[in-house]
């Protein structure tokens, strides 16, 4: 069965204090994995898709990684307005079926 | 980049009425959107996907009769809670692919009172 989990589940940080959030994912045949950005009370901001082992992608101070068995999130120097939810998704080989993980509550204090 | 308009964001209603949310691609045409439900602190998760011109298919569990959904043309779905009740209150939340990915509404606060 195609699963998706994400880790830490919450993570606080000093605004400057890089991290890197986790994204691990069981799915048959890996058509993509995508990375959003969720405020409070809003819908989710796309952000990266990554399809292939090795693949990297940035946007600011975000930089996404893919491996065979997981996902990467790093973030370099965060903000405060980096605060957010980030959820991660991939898409199985079978129709057009998202994933989700549980998402990683980032805080950044300044 | 493509925008996804969801309509309204917010709602309240009465227990036993009906509520119909709306999705619309703006620039883009969508020949598959999907519906998510999310509840406080949890992911998203599918409820059904609606398909231009004929059936939604619907996830294991979801009720075809309560969540009603049409998607009449190629940019406009619609999710109508029939006969909501107070435990159908949650934050709906509607996508359509384009050509980057999918993208998201900005999501439908339902209350049922």
């Known amino acids: 069965e195609d699963q998706v989990t994400q880790s830490p589940e919450a993570l606080r940080l000093q605004e400057g204090e890089s991290s890197s959030l986790n994204c691990s994912y069981t799915?048959?045949?890996?058509?993509?994995l995508f990375w959003y950005r969720q405020d409070p009370g809003k819908g989710p901001e796309f952000l990266f898709t990554?399809?292939?082992a090795g693949e990297e992608k940035e946007k600011e101070r975000l930089k996404a990684t893919l491996t065979k068995k997981e996902s990467f999130l790093h973030i370099t120097a965060p903000k405060p307005e980096d605060s957010a939810t980030y959820l991660c998704?991939?898409?199985?080989?079978?129709?057009?079926?998202?994933?989700f993980g549980t998402g990683t509550s980032l805080t950044v204090i300044p | 980049g493509a925008v996804v308009s969801q309509h309204p964001s917010w709602v309240i209603c009465k227990s036993g009425t009906s509520v119909k949310i709306e999705c619309r691609s703006l620039?883009?045409?969508?020949?598959?959107m999907f519906w998510y439900r999310q509840f406080p602190k949890q992911s998203l998760m599918l409820m059904a996907t609606?398909?231009?011109?004929?059936?939604?298919?619907?996830e294991q569990g979801v009720e075809k009769d309560k969540f009603l959904i049409n998607h009449a043309s190629l940019t406009l779905s619609t999710l109508t809670v029939t006969s909501a009740h107070p435990e159908d209150s949650s934050f709906y939340i509607c996508?359509?692919?384009?050509?980057?990915?999918?993208?998201f509404g900005s999501g439908t606060r339902l209350t049922v009172v």
């Open positions: 990554l399809y292939s």
């Open positions: 799915v048959s045949g890996l058509r993509g």
């Open positions: 609606s398909n231009e011109g004929s059936k939604a298919t619907y």
């Open positions: 998704a991939v898409q199985g080989s079978t129709g057009n079926q998202f994933y």
């Open positions: 996508s359509a692919r384009d050509l980057i990915g999918y993208t």
């Open positions: 620039d883009f045409q969508a020949t598959t």
